[in-house]
């Protein structure tokens, strides 16, 4: 019995991801930039308070978060001929460095005295327009290092890292915004990504030690590459069509609970913990589900979600209803880990990068649509009605991707096939210096 928890130890999927000698160099720095990502979460919307003129808080606060996030799918496109080909640990280290950069100005910025709303803003869309090739670069770096039957359990350390800083960051955000003020914790978060790009350069062998890559001159190849390939092109309209149909969840959630519940933002705040507390449990759940398999069970994932957010949009009873949206947490935090595979799985790791950045370019304006349509569904219908359409909807789009999945797998006769044809064509090189490894189940 004393072996036990060894043993277990041993068969975690999560063992060769923290033992694996480059990765667990690099964990703690990822770990420390989620965490300063997360107080931004909360610093970036009060500096904008602070800096915009009385009576245009509302606005501003809105463009201040659109620019912390939107700008990367321009950049995608704007850099595409330069940064697709390169390395994993490139594209995520020069992420990092010109987030670093960019938010560091504007502490600089309020020290001199020239720190305005505008300004604010132009650098917020500067730190940004590298995010979708870095994150593309961290999810790349998994599918040079790890062999495929590990990508799953890898992706999911990453999607649990900034799950748990979502958790802790706001927190620790508002108290540092209380002692000295939000223009400082933007400070200490460009200070993590720092960290993180020295842990890029430091931790990892110099560039093409990896893998050798072909470059190409087409700014938008990844997006070419997912038109090409039915079944990324599915899983991408997929995704978009699911984080859209979320979106109007973030502007129905605050008027349920103060219109329909009668309650404080305390209840609000129980919600999202709620949420959060089940999504940090997924993430590492999610690690587990390397035997399923994985087409089915994103869809899966979809489909679960739409049913946990059912009780929300019934008007059920607190008492039911919290429990359902950590439910819908935990069954939402695996599918980025799921979708991030199956683009492992599907594109060679020379193209990878361009097509996890085209991924994330499109991903990243659908929940702001979704929120954009969610304030005149709102008004049309109510909050629990926008609520209880999001969820429906969301089961919809579920059920038509099963129903597609399934014709597409009986027209094809198996999907194994079409992986063992891409087995023999070659287009999955194992890094250098390694025999290809065995495919996942």
Known sequence: MPLQPARLLRASPYRPVVSHPLLRRILPGLAVSALGDGMALVAVTWLAIQLAPQGQHGPWIAVAVAAYTLPSAAGTVIFGRLLRGRSGAQLAGWDAILRAAALAAI??????????????????????????????????????????????????????????????????????????????????????????????RLALPATGTIHSYERGASRTAGLAVIRRQPALLGLLV??????????????????????????????????????????????????????????????????????????????????????????????????????????????????????????????????????????????AVGARPTLLLCAVAIVVLGLVAAGFSLARRDGTGSGATEVSARRRSGRRPAPAGRAPSPPAP
Do not use: K
Request: proline share 7%; net charge neutral.
């Open 107 to 200: 502490p600089i910025a309020h020290l001199a005295g020239m720190l305005t709303i505008g300004l604010y803003v132009v650098l917020l869309a500067a730190s940004a327009l590298l995010h979708s090739w870095g994150s593309a670069g961290r999810f790349t770096l998994i599918a040079e290092l790890l062999p495929q039957r590990h990508h799953l359990p890898a992706n999911a350390v990453l999607t649990t890292i900034s799950g748990f800083a979502t958790i802790v960051g706001p927190p620790l955000a508002g108290i540092l915004i209380g002692w000295a003020g939000p223009v400082w914790v933007i400070a200490v978060d460009a200070a993590t990504f720092a960290v993180l790009a020295l842990t890029y």
């Open 238 to 379: 997929l995704s978009v069509a699911f984080f859209f149909l979320f979106g109007p969840v973030y502007v129905a959630m605050p008027l349920h609970v103060t219109d329909d519940l009668h309650a404080s933002a305390t209840l609000l705040g129980a919600y999202y913990t709620a949420f959060g507390a089940g999504g940090l449990v997924g993430g590492v759940v999610a690690g587990h589900l390397r035997h399923w398999p994985l087409r089915a069970t994103t869809i899966g994932i979809v489909i679960g979600f739409g049913v946990a957010m059912l009780p929300l949009g019934l008007g059920m009873p607190i008492g039911l209803s919290l429990p359902a949206f950590a439910l819908a947490g935990l069954i939402w935090a695996p599918y980025m880990s799921t979708s991030m595979a199956l683009f492992q799985r599907s594109a060679s790791t020379e193209q990878l990068p361009a097509v996890l950045a085209a991924n994330g370019a499109v991903l990243v304006l659908a929940v702001p649509l979704g929120t954009m349509l969610g304030g005149p569904l709102v008004g």
